[in-house]
């Protein structure tokens, strides 16, 4: 069986975490802003650091499995 955890929460954070789909921080004139669909170096360095921060937290110390078949 293929652990597929790590694929799946890679795909779900990425989604969730793109700048300016769901949430921006910062935004351009507020600190948050939401579904605005415009980014920034800033804003896009800001969710890259999320991104590795939720990853490491979800695969490493709470170990997050999902077998299939």
Do not use: K
């Amino acid at each position: 069986m293929a652990d597929w955890g790590p694929a799946f929460m890679a795909v779900m954070l990425f989604i969730l975490l793109s700048p300016g789909l769901l949430i921006q921080i910062p935004g351009r004139s507020r600190y948050i802003e939401f579904s605005n669909f415009h980014t920034s170096g800033v804003s896009i360095l800001v969710h890259s650091i999320l991104y590795f921060a939720f990853m490491c937290i979800f695969l490493l110390a709470i170990g997050v499995h999902v077998y299939i078949g």
